[in-house]
């Protein structure tokens, strides 16, 4: 999940003061080089920042205590903005497979090597980023604001709402090319506000017990030093499912009020204790 409306933050790296008597000149160059490379690693941790996302969501180990109000339900929250990520930013027992710390790196899920050349066969459409064989994170971003679905993040956020609270539903999908797998349409907007409240159409409920905790919005553009300044809880569910490429496809197609036609970057996976929220 990105953010587009807050800036990132750069906490500045904290120098610990010394004692005793100065070391001499070449003392700096003689310094062991994997030491300070660690020690500037650790330094630049925004750790005046909240709980951080994404996260391995089968260790519920964290000692970030900032304790901010879970979200309510999806069920009782405004649907403002739909979007994917290649490959999965979160970590977890279905989709453990590292791919790289690249951009477009991530994790995959475990069965993706397992696939039968029908299911890889290649296909082209209107939503880019995304081939069978591949794994992407859907993000169904709900806001406790009076808000309609619509474009980025600051659809979650209007000006007329002040210190909204903000909810995560994800869901990570082995992309194939299977008109039987699931059909994404499904699974987006409607259109319809439904009692009261704009709400996806459905979201996968077979996939395991979902992980809650507290964390931030993700997106390529944060890492352990430049962290999300956002307060955001997390619904993430532990097992992958089948979806069909073509449906995407068939989404970017008709149109959008997301307008999104094509799956984003990936932030690389949060490990520093200091920064994850623990999981209750």
Not at 11 to 34: H, I, K, M, N
Not at 254 to 264: D, Q
């Amino acid at each position: 999940m990105r953010l587009t409306i807050l800036p990132a933050v750069l906490v500045t790296p904290l120098v610990a003061g010394c004692g005793g008597d100065p070391a001499p000149e070449s003392a700096g160059a003689d310094r062991d080089a994997a030491t300070e490379a660690a020690s500037s690693t650790e330094q630049a941790l925004c750790l005046d920042m909240g709980p951080q996302t994404p996260r391995d969501i089968a260790d519920p180990h964290g000692l970030n205590a900032d304790m901010f109000p879970l979200a309510p339900p999806a069920s009782e929250m405004n649907l403002c903005n739909l979007h994917t990520h290649t490959n999965a930013e979160h970590k977890g027992p279905g989709f453990s497979v590292f791919v790289s710390d690249a951009e477009d790196g991530g994790y995959a899920c475990n069965e993706a090597a397992d696939l039968t050349p029908a299911e890889l066969e290649p296909a082209e459409g209107a939503y880019g980023g995304v081939s069978p064989g591949d794994t992407i994170e859907v993000h169904w971003v709900h806001t406790s604001c009076d808000a309609t679905p619509g474009v980025g993040l600051g659809a979650c956020v209007p000006e007329n709402c002040e210190n909204p609270l903000l909810r995560v539903e994800a869901q990570v999908f082995l992309v194939v090319n299977d008109p039987d797998a699931l059909d994404f349409s499904a699974m987006a907007y409607g259109g319809n506000p439904s009692g009261g409240l704009h709400q996806a159409m459905t979201i996968p409920s077979d996939t395991g017990e979902p992980v809650l905790f507290r964390g931030s919005t993700t997106g390529p553009s944060y890492d352990q030093s430049t962290c999300s300044p956002a307060q955001v809880t997390w619904s993430v569910r532990p097992q992958c499912a089948r979806l069909d490429v073509n449906s995407l496809h068939r989404w970017a197609e008709a149109g959008n009020v997301f307008e999104e036609t094509k799956s984003h970057g990936v932030r690389q996976l949060v490990t520093a204790p200091e920064l994850l929220s623990p999981i209750e």
